[in-house]
């Protein structure tokens, strides 16, 4: 654990964090001087401004609004590229350690939560890579657990040789369904309490749980249950911003940025992201460095990874495709772009609540008990009003509290700052990790196989089921529903539009 401080600022999109990042940048290179630090550098979590170009659609700061501020983790990732969590992770600790080498204090700015989270709590996030010390893989520190030995037992021999000989990248579903289906059987032969949880057409979910019981030898279920348990040690002397604007009045907001989004060139760049899709396809594009496919091989982009997952990109998919597109398409489509985009805040604002407080008040806790001071102080600052209002409230507090905890001076209680911060910082005490219990959470998250939606056996429609009411009541279901009683089917992708549901079920 590192006595050198970071600052993070995380919340939804439409409440200012990356004004507040660079704001308070700016102040830290003016400096009072009552701390040893001349500047700072933000480092980007946002999972989708990673990737080069697309401005518009990953809601970037333009390079003039940024005021000479580096932005660190921007721009460095081809679209299509896939960038785990893990290994943001590395490069967010890299550019940390460089930050704090040039005597400057690392702001890291984002809204990917989960993110965040992992990289303040070291050891909460499974690498989908094999590790690079295959001696140290082959040798656990701890015996294997009796679970383990006997699902590992009950394997048919074909299936332990697959267990034993994974494959190092995981393999897109559609190129290779039948091997797709083989990783997820043998995860649910092993752990199917965790098996349940995915799609199995996330080859890459499924090939890191294997990857965790292979190389811990115990089921993933196991390790999640015990890391549930374990005291949290954060990596750096953290202080913490969560910018939260109240629903009712975030809502307009949003669909507002939506509709300048679409003025601002959002078309023009969906266009190239396709054209970018297509030269792909064709091979007239360079592979992205963690593409497994060979020189030359022919390729397809896959469109759950990467870039494709920006919202906007989905919801836009059938009217630009449509050879004469309508206006009635294209409002359905801005109606969709903004109806996720109001989902995703909510989920952001849920794991913040759920996931991120309980486990800063944890490790906070047990730093107490130890006679510690607690090395994360979060507060949440209320930017549900903007212009004056944002900067009362936002950051002139923000400045203020910065400074002073960058010169190790006490800070407020994070409740005394709003009503607001007294009624959303108070949580149900609740384990850290993924899981209240694991066996119940686990099991309340199971995927289900949408009978009516499935068109193929060897393909079935998986729902989460946190989502199973919002598809039984989407327009495909109920037009697949309305298939069958016409005693019509329909191969898998022939009706516009199911394949784009069960992409949205696979990432609820």
Known sequence: MSSKPIVVICGTTGVGKSKLGIELALSM??????????????????????YVGMDVITNKVPLEERAGVDHLLMDYKQPGEQLTGPEWIKDAMQAIEDTHDA??????????SYWIQHLIFPERMASLNKPENTAEQEKPSHPPSESFKNALAALPPEVLDLFNNLPEHAPRADDDIAFAHRLYDLLMALDPLVAQRWHWRDTRKVLTNLRVIQENRRLASEVIRDQSKAVLKPRYRTLCYWLYAKPDVLKPRLDERVDQMIEQGLLNELRTLRAIASAATEGNVPLPANDSSSPGEERRMDYTLGIYQAIGYKEFHEYLSAPEPSDTAFQEAVEEMKLGTRRYAKRQVTWIRNKLLPAVGAANAASHAEGETPMVSTYLLDATELGEAWKTNVLDVADDITTNFLAEKPLPDPPSLSPTAAEMLVVRDRPTDMLDSPVAVLAANQRKVCEICTTDPEQPFMVDGGA?????????????????????????????????????????
């Open 103 to 112: 005597n400057q204090i690392p702001i890291v700015v984002g809204g990917t």
């Open 468 to 508: 199973w009411d919002t598809h039984s009541r989407s327009k495909n279901h109920r037009y697949m529903r309305g298939e069958l009683r016409k005693g019509t089917r329909h191969p898998a992708g022939e009706h516009p539009g199911v394949a784009n549901s069960e992409a949205d079920a696979s990432t609820a």
């Open 29 to 50: 290179s003016r400096g009072s001087y009552r701390h040893p630090y001349r500047g700072a550098r933000i480092i980007n979590a946002d999972s989708m401004q990673v």
